[in-house]
């Protein structure tokens, strides 16, 4: 009677958790997996990526995309080690990633081996579930668990497998379990829902803080909104959920967000927070009356005082409280809200037109909306280039993806990879700096070999500059930041992909229009001013008087300002 390995048996179970493909790099403590893995290629693909941390990013990514099981592997030692930036990320936004390591073999655990790290311990931080696999017989109910908890908790469970273990036979008295995840639905109190019920009925200004957790629910929350005459706001990681140009947006809050939002939050006397925990709380309003309604009852009021917490679905919470709550027929504030934001569109458009030299990043912005498809993916990295999009590209169906609360540099790339291989149907864009891009640049490659044809669009400015804007804000001179770059687009051509170098703002929207029409990888390395400081919406005496600190020391530097004689 034929038998598997427990190699062959992990990959069987993946298969019918329903992974289909696997970011990683091969090695010697995993060899006894990828063996299996290669056998399987017709059901479960290998994505052999150049860094690993870019494996761990896209699985994170494919995630954030799909809400499926993002998964990548690594050997022992150093390659697991790589993994750890990618799965904080995905720890941090609440997505489902397994990370299957090797290590050293069972006999050779605590003899200080070649590469023999202790990953229980490197791992116990990010994971939910952090397990060393320790005989074949264990095998597939240790899997089932690790992929069940991931879906579960909405985290990272990672497998540690010796060297060994892949290669024993999965005998007769092997555990076996179910492979499939059982989900719930979630609802608040009626005692809660009937105090919000009475506070939504009571405000004159009311305003709505929708984050993550409001994707899939466009209508409802729409419905919602105009039910109570509600502006909606968005944190970063909620962009996208409704249309950027609809009635009732007022675009983003805090450093990337608009000016409408911010005095929204000012004159609000009801906050209701929709699947967000938001953390910079100096944003929201003082003394408001707030609901938060979020499926996790751990995140109420965990960074933010609330009156009243409404622990559940927030679709169905939202129809429930506009089914019972009265309409509210003024809409004074409301018109205000649009009114700012009509004249906030406006003034970015101004930013957007402006064609002089270098590019201004917004200009950037500006003419890759007119070329992007209305279901596109884009990843998006972290820097001046998250403001910019943040601000200036509006959203109506694309899918945003970003690194929100890790704020890796870094992500823009392998988020684009997990794009493709997501909805390879489907027009995938990596918006990336310089800086950010520069990280994970190797892996360009990646798309090549795959034939993955992403666009990444690089602003390219020379300077890690989101740090040079923070240390003129703290009255600093600027140190460290300038950067030493290639030409992008030459790179993209040696790596076997497209490349465009832009240079004059004419020449912008050609590159833009010529790359969506290739199939294949391309790169447009736009060169842009390093001096368009990404202002907030609204600037505090302190970022003020921080900046005018740091002008003076640049000009007595410089010998441009002296002192007045004693």
């Known amino acids: 009677m034929f038998k598997q390995t427990a190699g062959e048996k992990l990959i069987e179970l993946l298969i019918e958790w329903g992974v289909d493909h696997i970011y990683g790099m091969p090695g010697d403590s995993i060899n006894s997996i990828i063996e299996p893995l290669r056998k399987a290629q017709d059901k479960i693909k290998f994505i052999q990526v150049r860094h690993e941390e870019a494996g761990a990013l896209a699985a994170a990514a494919y995630a954030k995309l799909t809400g499926k099981l993002g998964v990548c592997t690594a050997i022992a030692g150093p390659g697991a080690i790589h993994l750890l930036n990618g799965l904080y990320d995905a720890k941090l936004d609440h997505v489902p990633v397994l990370a299957i390591t090797g290590q050293v073999e069972t006999d050779l655990l605590g ?8 990953l229980e311990r490197l791992f116990d931080d ?3 579930y952090n397990q060393r696999i320790m005989s074949a017989e264990q095998l597939p109910a240790v899997v089932n668990q690790a992929i069940r908890t991931a879906y579960a908790k909405k985290g990272v469970a990672v497998l540690t497998v010796p060297d060994d273990v892949p290669r024993f036979e999965v005998g007769s008295e092997a555990r076996i379990t179910s492979h499939f995840v059982v989900r719930q639905e979630i609802f608040p109190l009626e005692s809660d829902l009937l105090k919000a019920q009475v506070m939504i009925e009571n405000a004159k200004n009311p ?7 409001v994707h899939g629910i466009r209508e409802p929350l729409l419905s919602f909104a105009e039910h109570i005459s509600a502006p909606i706001v968005l944190t970063l990681p909620g962009k996208g959920a409704i249309p950027d140009k609809h009635p009732y947006c007022l675009g983003g809050l805090g450093l990337i967000g608009t000016k409408p939002a911010y005095m929204a939050m000012q004159e609000t ?23 938060q309604i979020d499926i996790d009852p751990s ?12 622990a559940g679905d927030a679709g169905k919470t939202l129809e429930w409280i506009q089914k019972h ?25 101004e930013q957007e037109e402006n064609e002089s030299l270098p590019i201004k990043p917004q200009k950037v912005i500006s003419e890759l909306q007119k070329v992007t498809a209305d279901d596109a993916i884009l990843s998006v990295d972290v820097g001046n280039v998250t403001v910019w999009m943040a601000r200036h590209f509006h959203m109506t169906n694309q899918k945003f993806i970003i690194s929100s609360w890790l704020a890796t540099l870094g992500c823009g790339l392998p988020g684009a990879l997990a794009g493709a291989l997501a909805y390879p149907e489907k027009q995938v864009i990596a918006v990336c700096g310089d800086g950010g ?38 009255g600093n001179i600027e140190f460290g930041t300038d950067l030493e770059n290639p030409n992008f687009a030459q790179y993209a051509k040696a790596c076997g992909g497209v490349g465009y170098r832009v240079e004059r703002p004419e020449e912008l929207s050609v590159a833009l229009r010529d790359a969506v029409q290739q199939n294949r990888p391309c790169i447009i390395d736009v060169v842009v001013d390093a001096n368009e400081a990404p202002m907030p919406a609204h600037i505090t005496f302190g970022q003020a008087a921080g900046y005018t600190k740091h002008m003076l020391k640049v000009l007595f530097e410089e010998g441009k300002l002296e002192l007045p004689p004693l």
């Open 126 to 128: 990010v994971a939910v």
């Open 437 to 474: 891009f520069g990280m994970t640049m190797n892996d360009f490659v990646t798309a090549v070999k795959y034939h993955l044809p992403i666009i990444v669009i690089v602003l390219n400015n020379h300077k890690i500059a989101m740090i040079k804007f923070e240390q003129e804000v703290m």
């Open 111 to 118: 003899t200080d081996s070649f590469q023999e790290v202790n």
């Open 325 to 349: 709550v009265k309409q509210n027929e003024d809409h004074t504030f409301l018109r205000e809200s649009q009114e700012r934001t009509r004249v906030w569109l406006e003034k970015l458009s």
């Open 269 to 291: 006397d009801m906050l209701i927070m929709i699947g967000t925990s938001y953390p910079f709380t100096g944003f929201l309003p003082d003394k408001a009356k707030t609901i």
């Open 299 to 310: 995140q109420i009021g965990k960074r933010y005082p609330v009156d009243v917490g409404l």
């Open 207 to 213: 305003v709505i803080l929708a984050g993550r957790g």
